[in-house]
């Protein structure tokens, strides 16, 4: 018992405890075990359920061969005849592909240096950015990465929905390989570029560019690629025109990474970081050139239907002339500023002229090509077209289309009729038609009477001629809208579109050819192949001497008529006032050989202006507008009309004059050669209307009332000379000139 330290009882006890220590090690050791084979176990599973789910998603996946065919929704652009561009039209996506050599090489690198670094590197799958983003977001607990490359975010795009779960991200990756191994690592760039989402409506890198910068992508600067692959983590959160700051933040952000990365200098670095971001200037209208630009979207959709015009990528092309178009809409600006403003009128003065809304239309007559469109004063506060949507009376600008049938029914310009109150019995009653003046002029030639806009003589020549055949002659011109077959049609009764009256004047500036107006050119698909191309189609209508008399007369109303407000001198101009009862409208519209120009004034609820007339404010308008388009274009001169003979004539005695007839009486003006005046004035004298022997005339007289007593007509003159000089024909206005009463305000006019 002494060799122990201990009693046996505490040994014994001590040998137990460890006993026990070492049971309950024995049991955790088998309890890990078991727990082991259970994880084991449970691994496998879920290996073999991922195996399962990857497996499952694989079969489900878009075949990947798709995205060479995938055609995105891409902006139709509509260009003006320079090249300017008018409009892009989409729906939800604005969009414009372009090839990967067409963008920028610093949007190249600012987007794999921002997005996606190892892009050269992995076959569509960074597991170290998995890793990372792994990290960051479950261990850490924070949503901070995404870990996509850019192969699995074109993938997700393209082919998946952008909601965050774990089956979409499997699916993502499995579609990343795949694309890896069908494209190339440039055609992966350009199919993402082309692809994602900028903000305000605005997808692929060319529609960013030009919304934020007004530049292509291939221009895109240092500073500028930075800013935009900025916005790829929140367009509309970092957007440069909502969030300035935030957008420098952003892009600075993106300049330090390429500088990490050496893909920059730091001089470039710096320099960009301290460039200021300009900014292209926000569009306030859907389109340039508003009014114009939507009667080309109204047709395109009337061609091919609102889903092909807003997706599909078309490029159509214009005749508009952004120059031209540019003064036409600061011309009506201006005068409508003027209308706006206080002015004298026959010793009284009034606050306004009550002129709210006026238009302004070009056409060129040999083509058809529309040079300007200014549909109303500003398209912000109405968007109403007054030349193809509204239809107003045309005054006397209506009255040419009489004369025409006039002329070629047999009268001429030298024909002389009785300016004398009348009345006509009518289905609708009594009618006495009577003149702007209010006053009668006496026996006038129509061309005369045309001049001075004389109502009475115009509405006399309708009744000889029938209204019935001045509506043909409408027809053949152009003018498409319902003619009332009434006495008043002449004077603009009824209602036409300014679209119309220009078509129909056109026809009248080509000596009778018909080439309708036309706005679009060409239109192409988004490869460049051309789905439609305008063919110029002339069309003879009216026989050519019958309309160079009417131009010849018209020519008349600018010189010394109720046109001269609007002459721009040295060119060779016709053109007709209008104005409508109690100043509702008024009209001028006037031409050269290769320009047509329409202008209307008026109000949209049909009020009275303030003794607005034709020959006034439209005048003043059409000659401002002119005088800046006609030294642009190659001056040109009208043919002189065939078939006629310049004859002094007694318009009292309606015949030849004679040496007794008052000077005031005597005109010399042309008659066609088949209806010339034979007898001489009665009135006056009984001796006959040539020149008698002996009289010294000029020589350009004497080739028409020749001391031998015989009349040379104009076609034997061109057989006995031929001569290529266009000027050649025209013969000299008369020396003496028939005297009115009335004096003709140039300032207002008719």
Same mark, same amino acid.
């Given at each position: 018992?002494?060799?122990?330290?201990?009693?046996?009882?505490?040994?014994?006890?001590?040998?137990?405890?460890?006993?026990?220590?070492?049971?309950?090690?024995? !049991?955790?050791?088998?309890?890990?075990?078991?727990?082991?084979?259970?994880?084991?176990?449970?691994?496998?599973?879920?290996?073999?359920?991922?195996?399962?789910?990857?497996?499952?998603?694989?079969?489900?996946?878009?075949?990947?061969?798709?995205?060479?065919?995938?055609?995105?929704?891409?902006?139709?652009?509509?260009?003006?005849?320079?090249?300017?561009? &008018?409009?892009?039209?989409?729906?939800?996506?604005?969009?414009?592909?372009?090839?990967?050599?067409?963008? @920028?090489?610093? +949007?190249?690198?600012?987007?794999?240096?921002?997005?996606?670094?190892?892009?050269? #590197?992995?076959?569509?799958?960074?597991?170290?950015?998995?890793?990372?983003?792994? *990290?960051?977001? =479950?261990?850490?607990?924070?949503?901070?990465?995404?870990?996509?490359?850019?192969?699995?975010?074109?993938?997700?795009?393209?082919?998946?929905?952008?909601?965050?779960?774990?089956? #979409?991200?499997?699916?993502?990756?499995?579609?990343?390989?795949?694309?890896?191994?069908?494209?190339?690592?440039?055609?992966?760039?350009?199919?993402?570029?082309?692809?994602?989402?900028?903000?305000?409506?605005?997808?692929?890198?060319?529609?960013?560019?030009?919304?934020?910068?007004?530049?292509?992508?291939?221009?895109?600067?240092?500073?500028?690629?930075?800013?935009?692959?900025? &916005?790829?983590?929140?367009?509309?959160?970092?957007?440069?025109?909502?969030?300035?700051?935030?957008?420098?933040?952003?892009?600075?952000?993106?300049?330090?990474?390429?500088?990490?990365?050496?893909?920059?200098?730091?001089?470039?670095?710096?320099?960009? %970081?301290?460039?200021?971001?300009?900014?292209?200037?926000?569009?306030?209208?859907?389109?340039?050139?508003?009014?114009?630009?939507?009667?080309?979207?109204?047709?395109?959709?009337?061609?091919?239907?609102?889903?092909?015009?807003?997706?599909?990528?078309?490029?159509?092309?214009?005749?508009?002339?952004?120059?031209?178009?540019? !003064?036409?809409?600061?011309?009506?600006?201006?005068?409508?500023?003027?209308?706006?403003?206080?002015?004298?009128?026959?010793?009284?003065?009034?606050?306004?002229?009550?002129?709210?809304?006026?238009?302004?239309?070009?056409?060129?007559?040999?083509?058809?090509?529309? %040079?300007? $469109?200014?549909?109303?004063?500003?398209?912000?506060?109405?968007?109403?077209?007054?030349?193809?949507?509204?239809?107003?009376?045309?005054?006397?600008? *209506? !009255?040419?289309?009489?004369?025409?049938?006039?002329?070629?029914?047999?009268?001429?310009?030298?024909?002389?009729?009785?300016?004398?109150?009348?009345?006509?019995?009518?289905?609708?009653?009594?009618?006495?038609?009577?003149?702007?003046?209010?006053?009668?002029?006496?026996?006038? /030639?129509?061309?005369?009477?045309?001049?001075?806009?004389?109502?009475?003589?115009?509405?006399?020549?309708?009744?000889?001629?029938?209204? @019935?055949?001045?509506? +043909?002659?409408?027809?053949?011109?152009?003018?498409?809208?319902?003619?009332?077959?009434?006495?008043?049609?002449?004077?603009?009764?009824?209602? /036409?579109?300014?679209?119309?009256?220009?078509?129909?004047?056109?026809?009248?500036?080509?000596?009778?050819? #018909?080439?309708?107006?036309?706005?679009?050119?060409?239109?192409?698909?988004?490869?460049?192949?051309?789905?439609?191309?305008?063919?110029?189609?002339?069309?003879?209508?009216?026989?050519?001497?019958?309309?160079?008399?009417?131009?010849?007369?018209?020519?008349?109303?600018?010189?010394?008529?109720?046109?001269?407000?609007?002459?721009?001198?040295?060119?060779?101009?016709?053109?007709?006032?209008?104005?409508?009862?109690?100043?509702?409208?008024?009209?001028?519209?006037?031409?050269?050989?290769?320009?047509? /120009?329409? =202008?209307? =004034?008026?109000?949209?609820?049909?009020?009275?202006?303030?003794?607005?007339?034709?020959? $006034? &404010?439209?005048?003043?308008?059409?000659?401002?507008?002119?005088?800046?388009?006609?030294?642009?274009?190659? %001056?040109?001169?009208?043919?002189?009309?065939?078939?006629?003979?310049?004859?002094?004539?007694?318009?009292?005695?309606?015949?030849?004059?004679?040496?007794?007839?008052?000077?005031?009486?005597?005109?010399?003006?042309?008659?066609?050669?088949?209806?010339?005046? /034979?007898?001489?004035?009665?009135?006056?004298?009984?001796?006959?209307?040539?020149?008698?022997?002996?009289? @010294?005339?000029?020589?350009?007289?004497?080739?028409?009332?020749?001391?031998?007593?015989?009349?040379?007509?104009?076609?034997?003159?061109?057989?006995?000379?031929?001569?290529?000089?266009?000027?050649?024909?025209?013969?000299?206005?008369?020396?003496?000139?028939?005297?009115?009463?009335?004096?003709?305000? +140039?300032?207002?006019?008719?």
């Amino acid at each position: 018992m002494g060799l122990f330290k201990k009693p046996i009882d505490e040994v014994k006890s001590a040998h137990l405890t460890s006993y026990g220590r070492h049971l309950k090690r024995q !049991k955790l050791f088998f309890g890990l075990q078991k727990i082991m084979r259970y994880l084991g176990v449970a691994a496998a599973a879920g290996a073999l359920l991922f195996l399962i789910i990857v497996v499952q998603i694989s079969t489900q996946l878009p075949d990947v061969d798709l995205i060479s065919t995938y055609v995105p929704n891409e902006t139709t652009k509509v260009y003006a005849a320079d090249g300017t561009i &008018l409009a892009e039209l989409h729906q939800e996506e604005n969009r414009v592909i372009v090839p990967i050599s067409q963008i @920028s090489d610093f +949007v190249k690198a600012a987007v794999i240096s921002s997005e996606d670094a190892n892009f050269y #590197r992995h076959n569509g799958l960074d597991f170290n950015g998995i890793f990372r983003s792994i *990290f960051v977001n =479950v261990i850490r607990g924070e949503k901070m990465q995404g870990g996509s490359t850019i192969t699995m975010q074109l993938a997700r795009s393209i082919f998946l929905n952008k909601r965050k779960k774990m089956i #979409r991200k499997i699916a993502e990756m499995l579609l990343a390989l795949q694309l890896e191994r069908k494209y190339t690592k440039e055609e992966i760039l350009e199919f993402y570029l082309n692809q994602v989402y900028w903000g305000h409506n605005s997808y692929g890198i060319e529609s960013a560019a030009n919304l934020y910068f007004g530049k292509k992508a291939a221009e895109l600067t240092l500073p500028e690629s930075a800013t935009l692959i900025g &916005l790829l983590r929140g367009p509309e959160l970092y957007s440069p025109f909502n969030h300035p700051q935030r957008a420098r933040w952003r892009r600075d952000i993106v300049l330090r990474r390429l500088l990490t990365l050496n893909l920059i200098s730091e001089e470039d670095y710096y320099q960009a %970081k301290d460039t200021p971001i300009f900014l292209a200037a926000r569009r306030t209208l859907r389109y340039k050139h508003p009014y114009f630009t939507s009667y080309v979207v109204k047709q395109l959709i009337d061609m091919y239907g609102s889903e092909v015009v807003y997706n599909d990528g078309l490029k159509v092309y214009t005749t508009l002339d952004v120059d031209l178009q540019k !003064k036409a809409e600061d011309t009506v600006e201006y005068y409508m500023m003027e209308a706006s403003r206080p002015h004298w009128i026959k010793g009284r003065e009034v606050s306004s002229l009550n002129a709210t809304q006026a238009a302004l239309f070009s056409v060129d007559p040999k083509t058809g090509y529309i %040079k300007t $469109w200014v549909g109303g004063r500003d398209f912000l506060e109405r968007e109403f077209d007054h030349i193809a949507q509204a239809k107003r009376q045309t005054g006397s600008s *209506f !009255k040419p289309y009489t004369y025409l049938t006039a002329l070629s029914m047999g009268l001429s310009p030298g024909t002389v009729v009785d300016d004398l109150p009348i009345t006509f019995n009518t289905t609708q009653g009594p009618y006495s038609p009577r003149n702007y003046t209010n006053d009668f002029k006496g026996p006038v /030639t129509l061309k005369r009477a045309l001049e001075l806009s004389l109502n009475v003589v115009a509405v006399r020549v309708s009744d000889i001629l029938d209204p @019935s055949n001045i509506i +043909v002659t409408c027809r053949k011109l152009g003018l498409q809208s319902y003619l009332a077959p009434v006495l008043s049609l002449t004077l603009g009764a009824s209602e /036409t579109s300014i679209l119309e009256h220009g078509a129909a004047f056109c026809t009248l500036a080509g000596g009778g050819v #018909r080439v309708d107006p036309v706005s679009i050119l060409r239109i192409e698909d988004r490869n460049g192949n051309v789905l439609y191309k305008h063919q110029i189609a002339p069309r003879r209508v009216y026989e050519a001497r019958y309309v160079y008399a009417l131009i010849y007369m018209l020519k008349g109303v600018m010189q010394k008529g109720t046109g001269q407000g609007a002459n721009v001198p040295g060119y060779d101009l016709a053109g007709k006032t209008g104005t409508t009862t109690d100043y509702r409208d008024a009209w001028f519209i006037g031409f050269a050989p290769n320009i047509v /120009t329409v =202008v209307w =004034v008026g109000n949209d609820d049909n009020s009275a202006m303030q003794e607005v007339t034709g020959g $006034w &404010l439209p005048a003043q308008m059409w000659h401002m507008f002119m005088s800046y388009a006609l030294p642009k274009l190659p %001056k040109e001169y009208f043919p002189y009309p065939r078939g006629m003979v310049k004859q002094r004539i007694c318009i009292t005695g309606k015949a030849l004059a004679t040496p007794m007839c008052p000077e005031s009486d005597v005109v010399e003006e042309l008659m066609w050669e088949n209806n010339i005046h /034979t007898s001489s004035c009665q009135e006056h004298s009984i001796f006959g209307g040539l020149v008698p022997a002996g009289r @010294s005339r000029p020589d350009w007289e004497r080739t028409f009332y020749p001391d031998a007593g015989s009349i040379i007509f104009l076609s034997d003159m061109e057989e006995a000379a031929t001569t290529n000089n266009v000027q050649s024909a025209v013969i000299p206005a008369a020396g003496r000139k028939q005297i009115d009463s009335g004096k003709i305000d +140039v300032n207002r006019g008719l």
